[in-house]
């Protein structure tokens, strides 16, 4: 008896059958179909989106790769290639065999991209071609918004803060609030115009905020507008661009102004000639002659509105030639003011000095800081023109008003400054507006004035030139107590007060 070896016998042959379609020989499946008829009722695509959105910026020509990076794409490339596919969201649960760029006209905002991919089915691997197209869509960027934020491209509410007066030295002061409480932290662009400043913001209530906190530091009042840009009328939105208005009170710190009667009243009968000694969020008024002191709100000041008579840049320098103090000042009623004190002064005009002119007498409140020799600003008023209706009416004014000590060589006293402050600046924008001196006197009224000190940052300065205590000024300085030093501010972002002195001065 012989036995077969079964490595000698014939392979088996596997088993067919007829595909249930079209009738094609085929091994056994789940589907019992061919690949061919598998493949016209099966799309291995059908999670995998026919439709994408790219959003592009057409100012910086970069694209969004999700969620918030920018990158710089060239068309047909395989940054953008990569960008593209990264969009699709069921193309990890299959194979990608092979992707390819279609060519689209440029200007038509399409991208098509044909994909190659792999993917099982009923036991058998199946691979499909097919074409995404991307729709590229407009959007900016946060760094073209905030460059273009200023041309009323991309923002949605705006702050435009004025003052009409002839010097700046008020709005230097909001500048230094606005710095010191983080203020213009959200906002898209800063920009200086003529009378004062533009503040541009995304949102509303970013505008709202600042509004809200120059109420409370300053004399101020706003109006708001708003303009219609786009209406859905299907879903009934609405889409404003909001302005609001502040308006800053029209009187600055040295200024003389001549108050109406029911405001002198209101104030204890102070006298109508009076000296704005600060502003704050009131307004401080003082008699330079009797040394009675107001204080004006906001809702008051804009109820009886007045403006100056005598501004700053107005001012005549005098030479005091003879001072005495006032003793005897009889019973006070009333707020005073405990900081100054009432003298006689016979003081001469500068340009008078070596003539026979009679030297001229006052009534002063610089008692206290004023000596024999010493030069002071005053409003001459025997020979100004003085264009109010309030003031034609008084029947008895001074001869002169003394405002403020001043002293001599600005240029020394600005070389041998220790401090120095921030400013709002914004590269994008040129400064148009000139300074004409008026942030080197804000600067003086610092050194002279603690309580305005208070409210301001005030850093640490490396004179660039040395002043021996000889050409020193005995003029007042701030102490290094009340300077800051534990930051490292840029030279770009901190004004040099010599600087900004002479040339002109902006988010």
Known sequence: MEYMNPADAAPAKPQQILCCECGTLIEPNPANMCVACIRTRVDISENIPKQAIVHFCRFCERYLQPPN??????????????????KLKGL???????????????HSKRLKVNIS???????????????????????????????????????????????????????????????????????????????????????????????????????????????????DIQS??????????????????????????????????????SIVTRISENIHLMDPTTLKTGQLNANQFFREAFSAICHQKQLREFMVMNIELVRD????????????????????????????????????????????GDYV????????????????????????????????????RSKGRNFKLRHLRSQSVSETVTDEGDYNDFLEDLEEDEDLRKNINLYKRKP???????????????????LLDELCLEEDNMGDENDMATSNVND
């Not at 990076?69 to 990264?86: G, P």
Request: hydrophobic share 40%.
């Open 377 to 412: 600003l005053g409003f001459d008023v025997r020979h100004a023109v003085v264009n109010n209706k309030i003031f034609d009416r008084l029947k008895e004014v001074p001869d002169i008003i003394l405002v403020k000590k001043i002293y001599p060589d600005k240029v020394k």
């Open 117 to 231: 991919i792999q993917g099982e089915a009923f036991g058998s691997i199946l691979q499909q071609n097919f074409v995404v197209e991307y729709i590229v869509h407009y959007q900016m960027c946060e760094v073209c918004c905030k460059q273009k934020g200023s041309d009323g491209e991309a923002w949605r509410a705006l702050v435009q803060i004025r003052q009409r007066t002839i010097h700046k030295k008020t709005l230097y002061y909001v500048e230094q609030l606005i710095l010191k409480h983080g203020m213009h932290v959200d906002a898209m662009n800063i920009k200086e115009m003529e009378g004062g400043m533009n503040f541009y913001y995304n949102a509303k209530n970013n505008a709202r905020r600042m509004v809200d906190f120059l109420l409370s530091v300053i004399p101020c009042q706003y109006k708001t507008s708003q303009e219609l840009v786009s209406h």
């Open 236 to 273: 009934n939105v609405y889409n404003y661009k909001y302005t609001y208005f502040v308006e800053i009170a029209p009187v600055c710190k040295d200024e003389i102004v001549c108050l109406p009667i029911p405001v002198s009243r209101h104030l204890n009968q102070i006298s109508q000639l």
């Open 92 to 106: 990890n649960k299959v194979r990608l065999i092979d992707a390819s760029f279609i060519w689209t006209e440029p």
């Open 329 to 372: 000042r009889g019973k006070q009623i009333g707020q005073h003011s405990h900081k100054h004190t009432l003298a006689d002064v016979w003081v001469l005009p500068v340009s008078s000095l070596g003539t026979d002119d009679e030297e001229i007498h006052t009534r002063s409140h610089l008692g206290n800081v004023l000596q024999c």
């Open 464 to 482: 660039k030139w040395m002043v021996d205590a000889e050409d020193a000024v005995l003029a007042p300085r701030v102490g290094l107590e009340e």
């Open 69 to 86: 990076t920018w990158i710089s794409c060239d068309l047909e490339s395989r940054e953008l290639l990569a960008l593209c596919l990264k």
